[in-house]
């Protein structure tokens, strides 16, 4: 049996629901030869901490009676002080600074602690920084949560199509934007209304803007640029455009041109093109896919054209790319 002690930090919506996924699959993992024990979980307001496995759902009961967590400890306390072999970064994106997740990335990288994330601003910040810091170090990053949801597609390029050169990479990287454009279309109800409804079902970002207005699938192309595509570019790079102006006039008006209106990413090596912007996909396209659905088609030089889709948000969907990681890491190193 492989045994390895894992640290969530961040114990929101994908924090809780990887703890959930992983109390829920113990058996199932178990039988796969796999012994994964959660040894910390930190929040913002503390930390709750047992080296030989914690109650995952009593942890969750009493966050949400709102109760304080046991111990006054950041993440970066943790860091040195408990036995930990996987630190999973699950707080906020942000990608003026990256932190606090860069901080937790590289603070964890130093101290010979692998790294997994479902947070994109570290990334996007500090791409080669944090690279080079496990190398130094001799540790892995996974980052598959960051890119896509559920869909495995950073490992697919770095596994199975690695001897692929990736020129283009486009689709819809953004599950709270097709979301609420499916649901604008299709129930012809206002804007605002539904963004609340993906705040409520946890698929938004905590700050929604960085969905509507194109910054996360922004973000989510310059993480593909660099680490599948071999570039070296930076979010000022992309130019962006959001969702903010599409009203359910502009989607009628789509319907009668026999399209829809989708949130298109697009990154093409040759002439370093990064675009995010709304585009009209007639409805027989095979990116028009619904709901919080993602897709992306990988082109490359030897295979030509990929395409692979699935849901793009969401705690439950998002931990099969955290758990993919997880266990990843945990063949290669512990
Ligand atoms: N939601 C999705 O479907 C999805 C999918 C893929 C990737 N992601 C990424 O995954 C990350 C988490 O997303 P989420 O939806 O779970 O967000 P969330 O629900 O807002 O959870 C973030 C959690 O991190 C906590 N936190 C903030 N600062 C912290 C710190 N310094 N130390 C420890 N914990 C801290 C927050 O506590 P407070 O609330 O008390 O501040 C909150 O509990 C984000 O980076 C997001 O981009 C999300």
Same mark, same amino acid.
């Given at each position: 049996?492989?045994?390895a002690k894992i640290s969530i930090v961040g114990f929101g919506s994908i924090g809780a629901g990887l703890a959930t996924e992983m109390a829920r699959k113990k058996?199932?993992?178990r039988g796969k030869g796999y012994d994964l024990r959660v040894v910390s979980i930190v929040d913002a307001d503390g930390a709750e901490i047992?080296?030989?496995?914690?109650?995952?759902?009593?942890i969750i009961e009493k966050k949400e009676r709102g109760k304080a967590f046991s111990y006054d400890k950041s993440a970066l306390d943790l860091i040195g002080e408990i036995d930990q072999d996987i630190l999973v970064e699950c707080t906020p994106s942000n990608i003026r600074d990256g932190n606090p997740g860069l901080?937790?990335?590289l603070t964890s990288l130093k101290n010979r602690v692998n790294v997994v994330t479902s947070n994109k601003g570290p990334l996007v910040v500090a791409y080669k920084r944090i690279m080079e810091t496990a190398k130094k170090n001799n540790v892995s990053i996974g980052y598959e949560a960051t890119v896509g949801g559920a869909i495995p597609l950073i490992n697919l390029v770095k596994s199975n199509l690695r001897a692929d050169d990736i020129v283009a990479v486009k689709g819809i990287l953004n599950g709270t934007c097709n979301y609420i454009l499916t649901k604008m279309h299709v129930e012809k109800r206002d804007y605002e209304e539904i963004l609340l409804e993906a705040k409520e079902i946890g698929i938004a970002e905590t700050d929604a803007s960085y969905d509507v207005e194109g910054i996360d699938t922004a973000s989510k192309l310059v993480i593909l640029a660099n680490s599948l595509m071999g570039m070296d570019v930076k979010y000022e790079d992309v130019e962006v455009e959001g969702i903010t102006r599409i009203t359910p006039e502009s989607l009628d008006l789509a319907d009668e041109?026999?399209?829809?209106?989708?949130?298109? =990413? %697009?990154v093409e090596r040759e002439g370093k093109r990064l675009k995010v912007s709304p585009k009209l996909v007639p409805y027989d396209h095979p990116i028009s896919v619904g709901g919080t659905l993602n897709i992306v088609l990988i082109k490359t030089d030897v295979a =030509? %054209?990929?395409?692979i889709s699935g849901k793009g948000a969401g705690p439950k969907e998002t931990s099969s790319a955290l758990l993919s990681d997880i266990l990843n890491i945990v063949?290669?190193?512990c």
């Open positions: 049996m492989k045994t058996d199932f993992l047992d080296e030989d496995g914690l109650n995952i759902k009593s901080n937790h990335i041109l026999g399209c829809t209106i989708k949130l298109i =990413g %697009e =030509g %054209e990929v395409t063949d290669e190193r």
